[in-house]
């Protein structure tokens, strides 16, 4: 399975803004983008012209490692979202918010996606009471994601649901941290999905 395995706050200094994927650190004075650390590589304070593609593929580069997703899967997501009715970028985005591991952060038993896609292929988790240990699953509504039996006593999930107490739930998910459960009550739209992205660069940037 193939994954991005090097510093993930280069990331964020790359793309200039947070991308929430160490936890608590982001929320830190220690987080690089607080620091007004410049990008990365030798030419990271120069002043780079920002021309219509470059715009467009820094959109594209953000979502997916916002959402922990390589290019190729990436691309499918894109190419399943402009088969599909409604706005193309908002389709895009919903088929991310709606993978296994990203509920798994949203619902407050993963520190960031990384740990919640961890947590899943280590095969911590059901959906309906049936075991599922595929990060990228896609979730429907009615959906119940829960914490297997033998994996409530795992020291991490009880650590992430006890900080998870003071987080704020998406509107779209009913979340039940005492029973480690949560109901995916309908897909989110696109106002209710708080990831920095501008989803129609993205389109405009596989259109060509």
């Not at 280069?10 to 650190?25: A, V």
Request: one cysteine or more; aromatic letters at 8%; a positive charge.
């Amino acid at each position: 399975m193939a994954r991005y395995t090097g510093p993930v706050c280069r990331l964020c200094r790359r793309e200039r803004t947070k991308l929430f994927l160490k936890g608590t650190r982001c929320e830190s004075p220690k987080c690089p983008i607080e620091k007004g650390r410049p990008p990365p590589g030798e030419h990271g304070r120069g002043r780079v012209r920002e021309s219509e593609y470059l715009l467009q593929l820094r959109e594209k580069q953000k979502a997916k490692r916002f959402y922990g997703v390589l290019e190729k899967q990436f691309r499918s997501y894109y190419r399943e979202a402009a088969r599909s009715k409604g706005v193309t970028g908002e389709v895009l985005m919903r088929i991310c918010e709606s993978r296994l591991d990203n509920v798994v952060y949203r619902a407050g038993f993963a520190m960031n996606r990384g740990m919640g896609r961890q947590l899943v292929s280590h095969g911590h988790f059901q959906v309906n009471e049936r075991k599922v240990n595929v990060a990228s699953y896609r979730v429907k509504p009615g959906d119940v994601v829960s914490v297997r039996g033998r994996s409530r006593n795992v020291g991490r999930i009880i650590e992430n649901t006890s900080y998870a107490e003071g987080r704020v739930i998406p509107d779209w998910l009913s979340s039940n941290l005492r029973e480690m459960a949560v109901e995916v009550r309908a897909l989110p739209e696109r106002n209710q999905i708080d990831a920095p992205v501008q989803e129609q660069l993205i389109v405009e940037y596989y259109s060509k």
